[in-house]
């Protein structure tokens, strides 16, 4: 059983000029849910499990705050990591069409996460249209970003890849209202190969030549805080990597 425990001291989100109105829009969803669901609140840290595979289903989970990561395990016994999941997203939906969870959910840093029973949520969903298109609206936008996950990882080439996840990485920051000029990868260079299908080798080279060319900086030695001057730089990078080559002349 999950303790009710009060939200923990947070920097504040920093907003950028354009991403008021889109954090507003994550922090609305939230209040609804709060106010509709009353859910447990449970402060994490880095590394804790949410849940497990194999694990019965019988809740799911809101982030209020804090960066996590979805963890299949291989047939041969390998952890790949499969999903990132941000504030105002939901875990757990892998969990409805079997009763049982099938990957497992992982703190990245701290964070609250908030937790809503699942037949208490269609309950109040038949009550409250607005829930229903609150949980229709997450599980269509999970959909969605694992379909684009799969055709960058089937599509791009490898630093087109990278330059891919910092754009889906910062724009998910956007979305939420929060500063995107200077992020802090919450992933080492060999948890990024993984999500990516890369070595930790491709990872660094690719990160090497976005800050060569300019698209992306290192704020500090550790390399975790990278510099964003312009996002959409990232999304050009992309589409140079994808251009044909110029025509040789005969």
């Known amino acids: ?38 859910p447990q609140r449970r402060v994490v840290h880095t590394g804790d499990v949410i849940y497990q595979a194999g694990e019965c289903f019988s809740n799911l989970y809101i982030l209020n705050s804090g960066f996590f990561k979805i963890v299949n395990l291989t047939a041969d016994g390998r952890e790949q990591v499969v999903g990132l ?40 969903c038949a009550v409250h249209p607005a829930l229903l298109q609150v949980l229709h609206s997450a599980m269509s936008r999970e959909i969605a970003h694992d379909r684009d996950s799969l055709m960058s990882v089937c599509t791009l080439p490898a630093d087109a890849r990278v330059a891919e996840f910092l754009r889906h990485w910062a724009d998910s920051l956007a979305e939420r209202g929060m500063r995107t000029d200077e992020i802090t990868l919450r992933m080492t260079r060999a948890e990024i190969g993984n999500y990516l299908g890369m070595t930790l080798e491709s990872v660094s080279r690719a990160l090497s030549r976005l800050a ?31 251009a044909p080559p110029p025509a040789m002349l005969q």
Not at 226 to 231: A, E, L, R, S
């Open 212 to 242: 060569r060319d300019k698209v992306i900086g290192f704020a500090s030695k550790g390399r975790r805080d990278v510099q964003i001057p312009d996002v959409g730089a990232l999304s050009a990078f992309v589409q140079r990597c994808l």
């Open 85 to 124: 999941k941000f504030r105002g997203d939901w875990l757990g939906f892998d969990g409805i069409a079997g009763s049982h969870y099938a990957c497992d959910a992982v703190a990245m840093d701290t964070g609250e996460i908030w937790m809503v029973s699942y037949e208490a949520l269609l309950a109040a």
């Open 1 to 38: 059983m999950l303790n009710t425990v009060p939200p923990p001291k947070t920097a504040p989100v920093l907003p950028i000029a354009g991403n008021t109105c889109a954090g507003q829009q994550t922090a609305d969803t939230l209040k609804l849910l709060c106010e509709q669901l009353g």
